[in-house]
């Protein structure tokens, strides 16, 4: 039973589509995050969400739009695709208020944009 | 600019020996440190964390060491296995701000 599950695995696609990426979690944790690893495998924070609400954006373009419908469910829906948009993104949650826990990831979505 | 550093790329390690990783950081105000692991095409999993307020922390092979003076920390695996042939990711955060920031990552090769 997968803790935090994010479809799809993989997405191809072409410059100037638009594109989402479904992350849940079955953790009942409060806080959900979108992390993008770039080519040089660094893992990059994106957003964090908190009890649906944004905490965290980092410096991310426009055309990156996070959707929390419930606490469950973090969407990360991509605009206009550019080649530098390709990456691995990894969703992830934790509890952070009362008993906090460590992030959970799930296994990454791989982006190419050709 | 990098607040977390993880400057060995690789490792290579004989099976049954120690693996040692570093890190180093920048940030003073981090005061919680994690190791994550991650085999490919799956996501980083949480391996063994570390307060500020310790200096060592032990969970069966792995031992985490903290300097908080050389802002440096290490993971030390003994013995070795197969197994542990991974990436490993050094993370930080500060006051548990909800913001986890990560290293580049080590690739560690266990040798038979």
């Known amino acids: 039973d997968t803790a935090v599950s994010q479809t799809p695995k993989y997405l191809v696609t072409q410059m100037g589509n638009d594109k989402s990426i479904k992350c849940e979690q079955n953790?009942?944790?409060?806080?959900m995050y979108w992390y993008k690893q770039d080519s040089k495998k660094f893992l990059k924070i994106m957003f964090s969400?908190?009890?649906?609400?944004?905490?965290i954006n980092e410096t991310v373009p426009n055309r990156f739009s996070p959707k929390s419908p419930d606490k469950a469910h973090l969407n990360l829906h991509i605009n206009s695709l550019e080649l530098g948009d390709s990456a691995v993104y990894f969703c992830?949650?934790?509890?952070?208020?009362?008993?906090?826990?460590?992030?959970?990831f799930g296994q990454g979505t791989r982006l190419t944009v050709v | 600019d990098q607040q977390v550093k993880q400057n060995s790329p690789s490792l290579s390690v004989q099976e049954g020996r120690i693996s040692i990783l570093n890190c180093d950081y920048t940030n003073s105000m981090f005061d919680y440190f994690l190791w994550y692991k991650k085999y490919p095409a799956e996501g980083p999993t949480f391996l063994i964390s570390i307060s500020s307020i310790k200096d060592k922390n032990e969970d069966g092979r792995f031992t985490v060491f903290l300097n908080k003076s050389a802002k440096h920390l290490s993971l030390h695996i003994v013995p070795s296995q197969p197994g542990d042939s991974a990436v490993y990711f050094c993370?930080?955060?500060?006051?548990?701000?909800?913001?986890?920031?990560f290293g580049k990552g080590t690739r560690l090769h266990i040798l038979p």
């Open positions: 969400y908190n009890n649906k609400e944004l905490i």
């Open positions: 953790l009942g944790h409060d806080t």
């Open positions: 993370a930080a955060e500060g006051n548990r701000d909800d913001k986890i920031i």
């Open positions: 992830a949650s934790r509890m952070v208020g009362g008993v906090e826990t460590e992030a959970f």
